[in-house]
């Protein structure tokens, strides 16, 4: 038999017409023993290796990371918030003040003496802050209280949460400093609150001294503003304003009043065009804008907002261009801006204003008011004036009290003086008091380190002197030498330097104007995107968490359900 294939035909049942199908043999199916040892090991190696598969490209890879930094960055935030917190409601043991060392007495609670305050280190002196109010105001936003746009206690950060995070214990007076004998070296204190205890008089000794009470308002000697009109610079000053306010809007709708007398009403006039006064009169107006004529429709025809300013423009530190700006902005909303016009006396139903006009002339006019708001400059207060009467070199300063380039009392030794109630070529603003309150800080600061080094050198140049051998005057020459060397990088303290850093007001209809210092020249801006770099710049302003987040949520609160129009 052939050694070739033999084919056998298919079964009968699978043949077609045509063709023939052939299957092979089982037999010749088989493998040949060498190909089926081939194949085996093929098979054993495909078992255990596993194809390479090339990975599908990643789509949107950037967004990916995006949103995972995103996502890590607001988990970190609100960690950092959470501790945040923690740490402002669990203050920590304090330490008792040593009697040994030397009583540092603050006046005010105001911008400096905060400032003073937060950055000193107080194991070095025992700390003493006497004044009026136990709080520190955020004056900043103090224009939007009166109308609702921030609930007044989101501005104000009790003092008791400062000092109680120090790491020594300070101590706190709530009293009004009515002299100060610097020869002395005492403080006399008032106990001013309404409930007064066995002892309501008494005096505080000092070492050290920092005046910083503040000012309070200018009156300028004008018949009438003191019993007549509304201020603006304290949180009573606030509610006060706000009550009469909505005072003069339920009278002029009393029933069977004229329209004469509904008018003078509901004329608010805001002397001062400054930033305070500015911003006061574009909150009343969007106040009225956007609540009080939805709330109370009949006072629509008759509500109106009067700006005054003695000078030919308001906002004199802004540049030209953001002055220009301000301007067209409070005409656009309908606030009636008279510059140039001077307030000579005050009734409780009108002033009388003297306004220069275009050609020169002066003309003497009768304003009508409901509400009269004065946010004009400073004035000395009395314990000031009578300090300043006490040294013959003060005796030709008016502003405040004379200092020099160290912020120190003229005519004294160890008396400080800062903010609005010290005499100095910046201007009397929060943003001058802070960064004199942070200088002072450091002096106090470098005055303790050089103390207790000028200690430390005395004792190692007695340890040289009585030391034998050559090695134990080495050592201590090295130590001594290190020490004289910290000691004139201690003293070294450049004088006090302001540095402005910008100046920003709110100018009514979500705009504000803003010129802030930038590298070598300034940036003036103005408008909707300002308006949000000034709440967002506030914000960060603020004291502490607590406060940043109380003034977040009232913001939240106004934009969602408007301001309250009730009278308290």
Excluded at 82 to 107: N, R
Excluded at 164 to 186: G, L, M, N, P, Q
Excluded at 384 to 399: N, W
Excluded at 414 to 420: K, T, V
Aim: contains cysteine; glycine residues 6%.
């Amino acid at each position: 038999m052939s050694t070739a294939l033999r084919l056998r035909p298919a079964a009968s049942g699978l043949r077609s017409s045509t063709h023939h199908r052939f299957i092979l043999p089982r037999q010749a199916l088989r493998p040949s023993p060498e190909r089926a040892a081939i194949q085996a090991s093929f098979r054993r190696c495909y078992a255990t290796t596993k194809p390479t598969v090339k990975p599908p490209k990643k789509k949107f890879r950037f967004l990916r990371f995006l949103w995972r930094t995103t996502y890590l960055t607001a988990l970190g935030g609100a960690g950092w918030l959470a501790w945040g917190i923690y740490e402002t409601v669990h203050p920590v043991e304090q330490v008792e003040p040593d009697p040994a060392k030397k009583t540092l007495v603050i006046l005010g609670t105001g911008w400096g003496s905060v400032a003073l305050l937060k950055k000193l280190d107080t194991e070095n002196y025992n700390v003493i802050v006497i004044s009026p109010r136990n709080f520190f105001l955020f004056t900043p936003l103090l224009p939007s209280c009166p109308t609702g746009t921030v609930e007044h206690r989101s501005i104000m950060e009790p003092l008791r949460h400062i000092i109680r995070h120090k790491k020594t214990s300070v101590k706190f007076y709530e009293a009004e400093a009515t002299k100060i004998d610097h020869e002395k070296r005492v403080v006399v204190i008032n106990d001013n609150s309404d409930i007064k205890g066995d002892v309501h008089q008494t005096e505080v000794p000092f070492d050290y001294l920092v005046v910083g009470v503040g000012a309070e308002n200018a009156t300028f000697g004008i018949p009438g503003v003191k019993e007549h009109a509304c201020f603006l610079k304290e949180i009573n000053d606030s509610q006060k304003l706000r009550t009469k306010i909505m005072d003069c809007i339920e009278s002029a709708l009393f029933k069977g009043q004229s329209q004469e007398e509904k008018d003078r009403l509901l004329h608010m006039v805001v002397v001062g065009g400054g930033p305070t006064g500015v911003e006061f009169a574009a909150e009343l107006q969007d106040f009225f804008e956007d609540d009080l004529k939805k709330w109370i429709p009949d006072i629509a025809d008759s509500f109106h907002v009067t700006l005054v300013e003695a000078l030919p423009n308001v906002l004199p530190m802004f540049s030209k261009t953001l002055i220009e700006y301000t301007e067209q902005t409070l005409n656009e909303e309908k606030i009636s801006l008279r510059t140039k016009t001077m307030v000579k006396k005050v009734s409780s139903k009108y002033i009388e204003a003297e306004i220069t006009n275009p050609d020169g002339t002066k003309e003497l006019q009768i304003l009508p008011y409901g509400c009269l708001i004065w946010a004009t400059g400073n004035a000395v207060r009395p314990v000031v004036r009578d300090f300043m009467s006490r040294i013959p070199e003060q005796k030709s300063s008016r502003r405040g009290i004379a200092v020099n380039e160290y912020l120190v009392v003229d005519g004294t030794d160890g008396i400080w003086a800062l903010g609005d109630c010290s005499a100095t070529k910046y201007a009397p603003t929060a943003q001058v008091a802070s960064q004199q309150g942070a200088f002072l800080a450091r002096l106090f600061n470098n005055m303790a380190k050089t103390e207790k080094l000028e200690t430390e050198i005395k004792e190692l140049n007695d340890l040289a002197v009585k030391a034998v051998k050559d090695e134990d005057k080495e050592s201590v020459e090295k130590s001594l030498g290190s020490k004289t060397k910290a000691l004139g990088r201690v003293k070294k303290l450049s004088p006090f330097a302001y540095t402005h850093q910008g100046s920003l007001a709110y100018i009514g209809m979500e705009r504000a104007v803003a010129d802030v210092s930038w590298w070598n020249g300034n940036i003036a801006s103005g408008g909707g995107l300002t308006y949000l770099f000034w709440r967002s710049a506030y914000l960060s302003m603020c004291f502490s968490t607590r406060n940043r987040i109380l003034v977040l949520l009232d913001w939240i609160k106004v934009k969602a359900f408007g301001r309250d129009v009730s009278r308290e």
